[in-house]
């Protein structure tokens, strides 16, 4: 049994998952195919063996004792990641250290009773989601239930249901397509309405649980979730616990400001006014538990918020915090009743030298319009208004915004039923805006991880790849409660030159790097020639060595090396040959950042087609290594990049990289490690396993680095 979790992320989705709404997002699929089946069924359990093994490859039942299957010789048994003893393949925790084998998973159980759940082993008819808890548990958390995948390789009920409704989505497209944000619409696809507004949401803004399957029940609905609960502090419980600071009560404002604006099309304003709802994440980030519904009688409105703040952070307590109160006050009168003039006043209370408040981890710019400029933010957000009162609180417009046919900008009032939460905001253009100036935030590191795996691969007798990992961290405090200063070197390095020369030279390499940059790295991250220089010493190391040894040709030693150092959130990128250097985020997807220095490539690069150059028989030989030529012939490729979202880097081997493997498999494989709560030694073994699978004939080597950034709200 596989212990990925699939996540609603990775594919390009169609057009058409655009739901309608302002700030409406895609939401994307882990994978490309999906069974025909609702619930992909688990393998068939026969009569009398309930405590037997079924072998995943042969579907044939086994004593609980065996390790291989006794019919087609498949291991029937998984390391516990937690303490490496063998767990059967149909056990959901290890005997030894209860440590879950998958990460558990969240129900969300909507217009059903607990009763329908105390005396069931799973959530679903199915059997495919297993209830976690005891009864009395269950009693205790409902309507949240703890349950766990026992087939989380395959696909969802929600996934496939959306996949195979994608040509009825496509013919709504072209002829209703506000039909597609109709409620009764997905009601009918079997899934509860309230999850559109999560699969819109959910891949831009990480406060809001990511959605992993839905269904409807005659006497039920069931949203299920990521399990995050056990990360997660309640804001009430936080703020009675501890005296934030100003910075940090003004970064929660701001955030549920930000969020509002994108709950008031959605009609889900009352999930920021409910303080039970309101939590912090590892990094003291808002996040939220559930989307709740607004009352279509009496909908919620703007000033609601800073009357929560009020009580909330219980802001006439401290007298740091009078500018916050007073603010406060103001907008319960009404004068700051739009998201743009209540952004503003925050950002008036913020430190100097801070430009911009921003949520943290969603957005790395944001836009400033100039105060005569009218943006959405600019529109009423009081559910409210009538028509008539909509139409006459439009502020901000001067008089080349309208012309004698009317505004230049016109509100579809018609459609809007009376509720600007109804209204299409896609209808809207502000030209103005597109014009708009972007700054881009100071961040701060946050968290810096790695881990590295080397494997001498399936077909060679010796390893001759190599790496390197050093790290320094400094925790400090600071407003958002975790800020570090890290300093990191990576370096991975493949050998060549026959015999044992080849796992000389990589690990020479790696020491001659790290020595280099023990004693030369000062206080900020070293420049192109200080990198150069490093780099050049290692080639130097090794190519007296060759001459010392009158080695020659091919007899020579060399190797590859790509480096990654890395000081806070600024980063350099170095290499030689055809090892490689992976970024991957949720802004650039998967980005190969190192060119190889082989033939192929210089063809390509002289204007040749790169069908031609790669059909050169020699097109994968290196043009560049460390060690066979001296320092004049060593041209190392040097970038740098300053890293404004979280980041995930690898570094490794062309026996991890050849044949596209990663190109093919790191929605897969890479994109979940970007999560903190991924175990990223897990996922490098894992790497490893996958470089052995479908290469296996060189050595294989990986170094992933994960960095973690959020705004910086400190003084400047």
């Not at 975790?482 to 020491?511: F, K, N």
């Not at 130097?540 to 091919?554: A, E, K, Q, W």
């Amino acid at each position: 049994m596989g212990n990925a979790t699939p996540y609603f992320y990775g594919a390009i989705a169609p057009s058409w998952l655009f739901l309608p709404g302002h700030g409406a997002k895609p939401f994307f699929f882990h994978r490309h195919t999906v069974p025909k089946a609702p619930f992909p069924p688990t393998p068939p359990v026969p009569k009398g063996s309930r405590d037997m093994v079924i072998c995943p490859q042969c579907i044939q039942a086994n004593p609980s004792e065996n390790r291989f299957c006794q019919y087609c010789g498949t291991p029937l048994t998984v390391p516990c990641p937690q303490c490496e003893a063998p767990v059967r393949l149909q056990q959901d925790q290890c005997d030894i250290c209860q440590t879950w084998l998958n990460q558990p998973l969240q129900a969300l159980v909507l217009d059903g009773s607990i009763d329908l759940f105390q005396s069931r082993e799973t959530l679903d008819e199915e059997g495919r989601y297993h209830l976690a808890d005891p009864p009395e548990i269950r009693a205790q958390t409902f309507p949240w239930l703890k349950v766990m995948d026992t087939a989380p390789d395959a696909s969802s009920y929600l996934e496939e249901t959306l996949q195979q409704e994608t040509e009825a989505f496509h013919r709504l497209e072209a002829t209703d397509k506000a039909k597609i944000s109709d409620p009764q619409l997905w009601v009918d696809m079997g899934i509860p309405a309230i999850a559109r507004h999560y699969l819109s949401l959910q891949d831009s803004f990480s406060t809001f649980p990511k959605l992993y399957d839905a269904w409807i029940r005659p006497d039920h609905q069931i949203l299920l979730f990521e399990h995050r609960q056990d990360l997660l502090i309640p804001l009430e419980a936080y703020c009675e616990a501890e005296t934030p600071l100003l910075e940090q009560l003004l970064q929660w404002c701001f955030q549920m400001v930000q969020l509002w604006r994108e709950l008031v099309p959605i009609q889900c304003c009352r999930t920021l006014l409910e303080p039970t709802n309101l939590y912090l994440d590892e990094d003291q980030s808002l996040v939220v538990e559930q989307l709740l519904n607004d009352d279509p009688e009496n909908p919620p409105a703007l000033e609601q918020l800073p009357q929560l703040w009020q009580t909330l952070f219980s802001l006439g307590e401290q007298s740091e915090w009078q500018p916050l109160y007073a603010l406060t006050e103001t907008a319960q009168e009404g004068s700051f009743n739009t998201v743009s003039r209540l952004k503003k006043a925050l950002r008036d209370l913020a430190p100097e030298g801070i430009a911009e408040l921003l949520t943290p981890g969603e957005l790395e710019a944001v836009e400033l319009q100039p105060e005569d400029v009218m943006t959405l933010d600019d529109l009423p957000l009081a559910a409210d208004l009538n028509p008539e009162e909509l139409a006459l609180d439009i502020e901000g417009l001067d008089e080349s915004s309208t012309s004698e046919d009317g505004p230049a900008y016109p509100l579809d009032i018609e459609n809007s039923e009376g509720n600007i939460a109804s209204a299409d905001f896609q209808s809207f253009t502000f030209p103005e805006e597109e014009e708009a100036s972007t700054v881009v935030l100071p961040m701060n590191l946050v968290s810096l991880e790695d881990a590295g795996l080397t494997d001498i691969g399936q077909e060679r007798d010796h390893n001759e790849d190599y790496f390197g990992i050093r790290t320094k961290i400094e925790k400090q405090e600071n407003l958002l409660g975790r800020q570090i200063q890290g300093r990191g070197l990576y370096v991975v390095c493949d050998g060549m030159g026959g015999h044992a020369a080849g796992e000389v030279a990589s690990a020479m390499a790696v020491e001659t790097i790290q020595d280099f940059f023990q004693e030369h790295w000062g206080e900020t991250l070293p420049d192109e020639a200080m990198i150069h220089e490093g780099i050049i010493k290692a080639n130097d190391v090794l190519y007296r060595i060759n001459v010392r040894n009158s080695r020659s040709g091919s007899g020579r030693m060399g190797t590859t090396l790509v480096l990654l150092l890395v000081q806070d959130n600024q980063l350099a990128i170095a290499h030689v040959g055809d090892s490689r250097i992976y970024r991957v985020s949720r802004k650039w997807n998967l980005e190969q950042v190192t060119v190889d220095h082989e033939v192929g490539q210089r063809e390509i690069h002289r204007g040749v087609d790169p069908d031609l150059a790669y059909g050169r028989p020699d097109a994968y030989q290196l043009t560049q290594a460390l060690g066979p030529r001296e320092n004049s012939f060593v041209e190392p490729d040097i970038n740098f990049i300053h890293v404004n979202e979280d980041c995930l880097f690898l570094l490794c081997s062309d026996g991890l990289s050849d044949n596209d493997l990663i190109e093919e498999t790191w929605k897969e494989s890479l994109l979940p490690l970007l999560s903190s709560r991924a175990n990223l030694e897990e996922g490098v073994r894992e790497l490893i396993a996958l470089g052995n699978k479908h290469n296996g004939h060189d050595n294989i080597t990986a170094v992933v680095v994960r960095l973690r950034v959020r705004p910086n709200l400190g003084l400047q």
